[in-house]
Each structure stands twice: as structure tokens, then as C-alpha cells.
């Protein structure tokens, strides 16, 4: 079984950047499609980017042009790099394979814009 762990968040001010990681565990993590979630407070979770095992990558659209996912399958992680955040993007975020959400959800990281 996959097990995944995310890290990078923190609080940034609005215009900001950071760069989450999401590492995982086990030796086919390459076969898997993942994707980034969030969650903010009230809200149901949201997908915010997905990429497959060969590279290809998809964007929700509150955040595309402002967010790049990738992957280093030698490193079992992925990343998601998110730039001119802004207040709305305050969420906790989670990884996990895609679609069919495989791992157990870890405890996420958080993001937080604001001035």
C-alpha cells in the first residue's frame, strides 16, 4: 500500500510562493497517477491538480497558470509549486493517488495567505 506524506506549507503573504512535496513510500509509486487536494475550513475537499505516471498533468481552474505539479519518480515525490497565492488559496493540502485515492489520508499541510 501507498503511503504518502506532505509537507511544505506555511504562511506566506498574498503574491507569495510556495512549494509543497508530497513523499511516498513503496517502489511503484512510478505506476501511479496523484493528485494535490485542499480542503478549507466549511469546505468540502477539493482537487487542485492531478499528474499521471507519465508525466501529464491537469489544473483545477481557480488555480491554473498560477500552479505547476511535477514528480520525481527517483525521489518517490511530487511537488506542487504554487505562485501569486492568494488569500482564497488558504487550505490544508493533501496528495493521493488519483482517481481512486489509494492511500490513507495523511494529516496534509498547511497553507496559509495573508497579509
Known amino acids: 500500500q501507498v503511503q504518502l506524506v506532505e509537507s511544505g506549507g506555511g504562511l506566506v503573504q498574498p503574491g507569495g510562493s510556495l512549494r509543497l512535496s508530497c513523499v511516498a513510500s513503496g517502489s511503484i509509486f512510478r505506476i501511479f497517477n496523484i493528485a494535490w487536494y485542499r480542503q478549507a475550513p466549511g469546505n468540502q475537499r477539493e482537487l487542485v491538480a492531478t499528474?499521471?505516471?507519465?508525466?501529464?498533468?491537469n489544473y483545477a481552474d481557480s488555480v491554473k497558470g498560477r500552479v505547476t505539479i511535477s514528480r520525481d519518480n527517483a525521489k518517490n515525490t511530487v511537488y506542487l509549486q504554487m505562485n501569486s497565492l492568494k488569500p482564497e488559496d488558504t487550505a490544508v493540502y493533501y496528495c493521493?493517488?488519483?482517481?481512486?485515492?489509494?492511500?490513507?489520508w495523511g494529516q496534509g499541510t498547511q497553507v496559509t495567505v495573508s497579509s
Open positions: 493521493n493517488t488519483y482517481p481512486h485515492g489509494l492511500a490513507s
Open positions: 499528474i499521471t505516471s507519465g508525466g501529464g498533468t
